[in-house]
């Protein structure tokens, strides 16, 4: 890709609506991620770059695992989102933490880092393994590269009993493929991994489920984000019903089916150079 052409679209945009959503949601992944990045041995001390840093939390999560002593690097291309992340990090009182706004393929830094991270950012990003593969020479041999990416196709599997929750995954699926993320980008990591030059990863899968109105509302979440995409596309919510009293039709279909509900698959891939 010519330099200065964007990595990657991000389909869910950039209002002030989707950077709450993403903190919503940053609250509910961050012990899994912690987890990740803790057993991939990201730790005290250590220089990390996060990528896609959005509104932050995952340089936030990052900061407090490497301590004062450490440094985290953010880069994200979104400006708005940037200055949330600017800002949270001064609320919290972070000083090993610092943002750099530029498109991935234009990051470089003169200084080796101990680790490399991202979560959800893969899946937007048109060539993954050219992403990796030139990001990955910034990280020191024997650091730690890894990521914390998606897969659809469970979600689906064990939503197929809840018809209002499969077609409305499905549609933020579509809308998502529709725009150029990869959905399934996560079972890809393996790959990824090989052909940028990174040995073959460690990797997991885990999948959050419950039934309290704010975890069943994720999908329309993602899907009031995705509205512009959806009208872009010509894509229908007449299957759905009334879309503003969508979230309490969707609470209702699970606490009636006395079952829960599916996040999206998380899976981690980590490896070392």
Request: aromatic share 6%.
């Amino acid at each position: 890709m010519a330099a200065g052409h964007p990595t990657s679209s991000y389909a869910l945009g950039s209002t002030s609506a989707e950077h709450e959503r993403l903190i919503r949601q940053a609250a509910r992944l961050a012990p899994l991620t912690e987890r990740l990045f803790r057993d991939a041995g990201i730790g005290p001390g250590q220089r990390v770059l996060d990528l896609g840093s959005g509104v932050g939390d995952v340089a936030i999560l990052v900061a407090r695992l490497v301590g004062s002593s450490g440094e985290v690097v953010g880069v994200e291309l979104d400006a708005q989102a940037i200055a949330r992340a600017r800002a949270r990090v001064v609320e919290l009182g972070l000083n090993n933490v610092r943002f750099t706004h530029c498109d991935l393929n234009q990051f470089d830094d003169a200084q080796l880092f101990d680790d490399m991270v991202g979560r959800f950012i893969l899946q937007f990003v048109p060539d993954p393994v050219a992403i990796v593969r030139s990001l990955s020479r910034l990280v020191r041999p024997g650091g730690v590269v890894a990521f914390h990416e998606l897969s659809y196709a469970p979600c689906l599997v064990l939503s197929e009993h809840l018809p209002l929750c499969f077609a409305t995954v499905s549609l933020v699926r579509e809308a998502l493929q529709r725009s150029g993320a990869n959905t399934e980008i996560g079972p890809a990591l393996y790959r990824v991994f090989q052909e940028a030059g990174v040995p073959p990863p460690s990797m997991r899968l885990e999948m959050l489920l419950g039934s309290d109105p704010d975890f069943t509302r994720w999908s329309y979440d993602l899907l009031t984000s995705l509205l512009p995409q959806i009208e872009r596309f010509h894509l229908s919510l007449e299957t759905l019903g009334d879309f503003d009293t969508l979230p309490e039709r969707l609470q209702a279909e699970v606490a009636a089916s006395n079952t829960v509900v599916p996040f999206v698959a998380l899976i981690g891939a980590w490896s070392r150079r």
